[in-house]
DNA sequence: TTATTATAGTTCGATATCTAACTATTGTCA
DNA sequence: TGACAATAGTTAGATATCGAACTATAATAA
C-alpha cells in the first residue's frame, strides 16, 4: 500500500490549473492576475464585503501575503478599501465596478477547467474522486 | 457533474503535506530544507550524478530556478557541482556524503506522509484514487 | 573555415509567499 | 480608570519562482 505517486500527480494537477487558469484570464483580456488573485475576486463574488482577516483566511494566506495581493488587485482597479466606521483596526475589502464585470469571465474559466479535468469521468468517478480526496484531506489536515 | 470542489481539495493536500514535509525534515534537524530542496535531493538518490537541465526537468522546475535550488543545497553542503569535462557547458551535480546520509531521512519521512494521506485507505481505494488522479491529469497536461 | 544556429547554465527584475516585528486600535480586569 | 492583553493590518527581510536577456560553448552548414 506504501509508495504510491498520489502526491505527485496532485502536485502536477494542482500545477496544470493554474497554468490553464492564468492563460485563460489573458485570453480574456485579464492579464497580471495569477490565481492567488482569483481567489479573492471568487470569495468577493459570494461575499461582497469582506474584512483582510476573513479574506486571508478564506483563500488560506497569511494576512501579510494578503496585504501584498489585494495592493496588486487595487493597482488593476478590480477592488478597492474601505475603512471601517464601528472599528478603527478594521478594513473592508469590496469589489469595484470593473472587478464586478468580471464575474461571468471567472464563472466561465472555473467551468471549463471543470469540464476539463473531469472531461471523461462518469457521475460515479466523480463522486468517487472528491470523496476520496476529501478523505485524504482529512487524514492530514 | 459541475462544479465540484476536487481542485479545492487537491490544493489544500498539497499545502499540508509540504507542511508536513518541512516539519518532519526539522524534527530531524534538517533546518531550511523545502520541498523542491527535498526533490533535488530524492533525484539524486536515484540518479547519482545529473545535469542541471535534467534536474530541472525531474523536478518540473525552470532552469533559472533551479539554480538557485541548487546554490542553497550547495551552501548546506548537501551537493556538490562538478564541470563535465566532454562538454564544457555542462555541469553535474552529485551529493556530498552529507547529502547522502540523509538518504534515509527522506525515505522514512516520504513513507510516514504517504501512511499519513491513506491510513484509512484499502489497497482498492488507493489503487481507484491514483487511477481517477492519473485520468485527471492526462486531461490537463 | 567561418558564420549561423542550438544548447547549458546564470543573471536580472518582478512577484507570491512566509515569519517576525511593528503600529494602531479595542477589550478586559483589577 | 489605567495597565495589560488581544486583535487588525502593515512593513521588513528572506526565499522560491518565473520569463527574458545574457554568456559561453558546441554543432552545423555553406
Known amino acids: 500500500m506504501k509508495n504510491n505517486n498520489a502526491l505527485y500527480l496532485i502536485s502536477r494537477i494542482r500545477e496544470a490549473a493554474n497554468r490553464f487558469i492564468v492563460q485563460e484570464l489573458e485570453a480574456n483580456g485579464i ?6 488573485h482569483g481567489d479573492i475576486l471568487v470569495v468577493l463574488y459570494a461575499c461582497e464585503k469582506c474584512t483582510m482577516k476573513e479574506l486571508a ?3 488560506h494566506r497569511t ?9 496588486k488587485l487595487i493597482a488593476l482597479k478590480l477592488i478597492e478599501k474601505e475603512k471601517s466606521s464601528q ?6 475589502i469590496r469589489l469595484t465596478p470593473l472587478g464586478e464585470s468580471y464575474k461571468g469571465v471567472f464563472e466561465k ?9 473531469f472531461k471523461d469521468f462518469s457521475e460515479e ?5 472528491v470523496t476520496l480526496l476529501e478523505k485524504t484531506r482529512a487524514n492530514i489536515e
Open 31 to 36: 492579464k497580471g492576475v495569477v490565481p492567488s
Open 57 to 59: 483566511q478564506k483563500i
Open 63 to 71: 494576512k501579510a501575503t494578503l496585504t501584498v495581493l489585494v495592493d
Open 87 to 92: 472599528d478603527n483596526r478594521v478594513t473592508y
Open 109 to 117: 474559466i472555473s467551468c471549463e477547467l471543470n469540464n476539463l479535468l
Open 125 to 129: 468517478e466523480t463522486k468517487t474522486l
